[in-house]
């Protein structure tokens, strides 16, 4: 039992897949976090050029 577990420890196939799957979940954290601080920042100007163009002036 124990030879079996230090060989899975030993074991660096799936560190690989891990590895690319905690950076894929990290540039998504980024990608959403910068998305999200974009579209607080269009609002505002999207919603007074909204207001103008209803209003014709």
Sequence with gaps: ???R???VCNDSRGATAVEYGLLAA???VA???SLRTT???LRAPSATC???SK???
């Design 1 to 3: 039992m124990l030879k």
């Design 5 to 7: 577990f230090v060989r």
């Design 26 to 28: 990290l540039i998504a």
């Design 31 to 33: 990608a959403i976090a």
């Design 39 to 41: 579209g607080t920042k």
């Design 50 to 52: 909204l207001t103008r």
């Design 55 to 57: 209003s014709g002036g």
